[in-house]
């Protein structure tokens, strides 16, 4: 059973709007959690975290909301630039050692 | 600057055959994992490892094994090939310990088996 949910598998947005990436958890364990980025043939490189003793963080243009009593965490890209047309995925751990658990990932697009 | 490298951007092999993808980070982190990538299925969990000869099963590793002989090198072995492993094969790295460590990435090797 899926842990981490990306229910939208694409989204598309004009450029200079705002970008809302979502994601939901059924594992009430996770205590962090974190967004990657990722262009075709190339790997996911880091984007964003939050652990959950916030409920917010914020880098730039991007920011991050968590929602622990929902368990769902969404993503906002503001302004969003043609840049960051990418595949999004959202992962999630608990706070020992273990691998991270990805969602199926969100295909954004942003039109000039 | 952390690096992950993978021995191959590209490989194509025949079915049934023996292959070996190869991952080596430059941090001395003692996790490492690997991971394929598929449309629509997104980033699943081969085999781990938290240091040097250790191995754990992901989620899907029938048809893969791994090594781990030296700390910053880990393989993943393909024993006979089928089509079906045809995918996007991403390695990652990270340090032992606390929830904040966040895994880094190669760049990927794009296999394709015929």
């Known amino acids: 059973d899926q842990q981490v949910k990306q229910n939208s598998p694409s989204l598309s947005v004009q450029e200079g709007r705002i970008s809302i990436l979502n994601c939901d958890y059924t594992n009430s364990m996770f205590d962090y959690f974190l967004w990657y980025k990722k262009y075709p043939a190339e790997g996911p490189t880091f984007l964003i975290s939050?652990?959950?003793?916030?409920d917010k963080n914020e880098d730039g243009r991007f920011t991050v909301f968590l929602n622990k009593s929902a368990k769902h965490l969404s993503l906002h890209i503001v302004p969003s630039q043609p840049g960051d047309s990418a595949v999004y995925f959202c992962?999630?751990?608990?706070?020992?050692?273990?691998?991270?658990?990805f969602g199926k990932g969100t295909r954004l697009s942003v039109i000039a | 600057d952390v690096k992950v490298t993978q021995s191959s951007r590209y490989l194509v092999k025949r079915t049934g055959e023996k292959v070996f993808l190869e991952c080596v980070q430059d941090?001395?982190?003692?996790?490492m994992f690997w991971y394929r990538q598929d449309p629509g299925l997104g980033l699943r969990l081969i085999y781990f490892?938290?240091?040097?000869?250790?191995?754990e099963k992901g989620d899907i590793p029938e048809g893969y094994s791994v090594s781990r002989e030296k700390k910053e090198r880990f393989s993943l072995i393909l024993e006979s090939a089928s089509t079906n492993q045809t995918s996007m094969y991403l390695c990652a790295s990270r340090i032992s310990g606390g929830s904040n460590n966040e895994q880094f990435f190669g760049p990927g090797t794009r296999l394709t088996v015929l």
């Open positions: 941090m001395d982190h003692e996790n």
């Open positions: 490892s938290y240091d040097v000869k250790m191995k």
């Open positions: 939050i652990s959950s003793i916030k």
């Open positions: 992962a999630a751990r608990d706070s020992g050692n273990t691998p991270l658990v």
